[in-house]
């Protein structure tokens, strides 16, 4: 079985489980997942997991995306996109000023109306059933946030814009709501997703280009390991005891954390290191913030004020030089995994990817204030 992540381009005329089925049968392997549902005639990025990374399609399902959408001013659709049934027309006379100033003011938070033509459910149906059988039912707003707009081309009554957006938005309703606001009405002409999470779309690759890399005994230079997805989040590294005490879903102590190995580095390429230089990367770390500022002298007690250097100006040279046995005393996570903060792999800041000793990753492993220990988070042995 294939564990790992291959970053497909969807194509028009495909759904999302289309591309799924699909691959299951060029890959000859079940346990596939995909990491977010576009629309059949959407294209663009969906990254598929494969074998063991199925364990991370949410992990990725929750991060931000970007897209590149048409927006067609004037339409108004019963799907909200050009596919749907035409439901009213007006004339387009807002200018181009009165354009940019209405679609910057959807950037933020806002609530959101999901379109009855979605996979969502309500009371155990799905809503594009319900809008086909003629009815239409109310839903829930939900939060969600547009990062940022950048309108790229106005050509009325279409307008080409690219947006960065929360999980969960659909553009599709992006549209028809800046048709409302221009009060001319709206709906999407085409979408096309650029980026999801760490996924480019100048990185992705077709169904047919799977099949031909399966062909030429390739497949390998597609498939993205499955850390991947958390390169932002420290690599703890461990010793054949910690690796022991892991692979059985065991917490890990503080005790056993002082001599496994915390590397802050990406491990791009983690099998390049060797043990005496992974040794000396958490200092060097550590002192990397500013490192023409320090001297090799101070860079050997650099991990005793980083322990200390939450509030630096509140404690004296004498405090700093005891203050990584206060640390240890204290319910705190070690200062390296920076507690109770989020990563953009969705993932709180107090974990850590574990490794065993043969640089193989093992688990996403959380730190627990109350038991003062790392326990097991997401495996994936």
Same mark, same amino acid.
């Given at each position: 079985?294939i564990?790992?992540?291959?970053?497909?381009?969807?194509?028009?005329g495909?759904?999302s489980?289309?591309?799924?089925?699909?691959?299951?049968?060029?890959?000859?392997?079940?346990?596939?997942?995909?990491?977010g549902?576009?629309?059949?005639?959407?294209?663009?990025?969906?990254?598929?997991?494969?074998g063991?990374?199925?364990?991370?399609?949410?992990?990725?399902?929750d991060?931000?995306?970007? $897209?590149? @959408?048409?927006?067609l001013? &004037?339409?108004?659709?019963?799907?909200?996109?050009t596919? *749907?049934?035409?439901l #009213?027309t !007006?004339?387009?006379?807002?200018?181009?000023?009165?354009?940019?100033a209405?679609?910057e003011?959807?950037?933020?938070?806002?609530?959101?109306?999901?379109?009855? $033509?979605s @996979?969502?459910?309500?009371? &155990?149906?799905?809503?594009?059933?319900?809008?086909?059988? *003629?009815?239409?039912? #109310?839903? !829930?707003?939900r939060?969600?946030?547009?990062?940022e707009i950048?309108?790229?081309d106005?050509?009325?009554?279409?307008?080409?814009?690219?947006?960065?957006?929360?999980?969960?938005t659909?553009i599709?309703?992006?549209?028809?709501?800046?048709?409302?606001?221009?009060?001319?009405?709206g709906?999407m002409?085409?979408?096309?997703?650029?980026?999801?999470?760490?996924?480019?779309m100048e990185?992705?690759?077709?169904?047919?280009?799977?099949e031909?890399?399966?062909?030429e005994?390739r497949?390998?230079?597609?498939?993205?390991?499955?850390?991947?997805?958390?390169?932002?989040?420290?690599?703890?590294?461990?010793?054949?005891?910690?690796?022991?005490?892991?692979?059985?879903?065991?917490?890990?102590?503080?005790?056993?954390?002082?001599?496994?190995?915390?590397?802050w580095?990406e491990?791009?390429?983690?099998?390049?290191?060797?043990?005496?230089e992974l040794k000396?990367?958490?200092?060097v770390r550590e002192?990397?913030?500013n490192?023409k500022?320090?001297?090799?002298?101070?860079?050997k007690?650099?991990?005793v004020?980083?322990?200390?250097?939450?509030?630096?100006k509140?404690?004296?040279?004498?405090?700093?030089?005891?203050?990584?046995?206060?640390?240890?005393?204290s319910?705190e996570a070690?200062?390296?995994?920076?507690?109770?903060?989020?990563?953009?792999?969705?993932?709180?800041?107090?974990a850590?990817?574990v490794?065993?000793?043969?640089?193989?990753?093992?688990a996403?492993?959380e730190?627990?204030?109350?038991?003062?220990?790392?326990?097991a988070?997401?495996?994936?042995?």
């Amino acid at each position: 079985m294939i564990d790992g992540i291959i970053n497909i381009y969807k194509e028009s005329g495909y759904t999302s489980h289309d591309v799924v089925a699909k691959l299951r049968g060029i890959l000859r392997q079940k346990r596939i997942g995909h990491t977010g549902t576009l629309d059949p005639e959407a294209q663009g990025v969906l990254p598929v997991c494969l074998g063991k990374a199925t364990k991370v399609c949410d992990r990725i399902t929750d991060r931000d995306k970007t $897209y590149r @959408a048409v927006l067609l001013l &004037g339409t108004t659709t019963d799907t909200q996109d050009t596919t *749907g049934r035409i439901l #009213e027309t !007006k004339p387009v006379t807002v200018t181009e000023a009165e354009v940019r100033a209405c679609i910057e003011g959807f950037v933020g938070q806002q609530e959101q109306i999901p379109p009855m $033509y979605s @996979a969502l459910k309500v009371g &155990g149906k799905k809503l594009y059933d319900l809008a086909r059988q *003629g009815i239409e039912v #109310e839903r !829930k707003p939900r939060r969600i946030e547009i990062r940022e707009i950048v309108v790229e081309d106005v050509s009325l009554p279409e307008i080409t814009m690219t947006v960065t957006c929360s999980k969960g938005t659909y553009i599709r309703t992006l549209c028809h709501d800046i048709g409302a606001a221009l009060g001319c009405g709206g709906c999407m002409k085409s979408l096309l997703r650029t980026k999801a999470g760490p996924f480019l779309m100048e990185d992705s690759v077709t169904l047919a280009t799977v099949e031909r890399y399966r062909d030429e005994g390739r497949l390998d230079e597609l498939i993205k390991r499955t850390d991947s997805v958390f390169l932002d989040l420290p690599a703890l590294m461990l010793t054949a005891e910690a690796e022991r005490l892991v692979r059985n879903g065991n917490a890990l102590s503080r005790e056993l954390l002082k001599d496994c190995t915390m590397v802050w580095e990406e491990l791009s390429n983690p099998k390049s290191r060797n043990a005496e230089e992974l040794k000396d990367c958490m200092v060097v770390r550590e002192a990397s913030s500013n490192p023409k500022s320090r001297t090799a002298e101070e860079l050997k007690d650099c991990m005793v004020v980083r322990e200390a250097s939450s509030n630096p100006k509140s404690r004296t040279a004498e405090e700093l030089k005891d203050c990584t046995a206060a640390c240890e005393e204290s319910s705190e996570a070690p200062a390296a995994l920076c507690p109770g903060r989020r990563t953009t792999s969705g993932v709180p800041t107090g974990a850590v990817r574990v490794y065993d000793v043969d640089r193989t990753f093992l688990a996403i492993y959380e730190w627990d204030a109350q038991k003062r220990c790392l326990r097991a988070g997401t495996m994936f042995l």
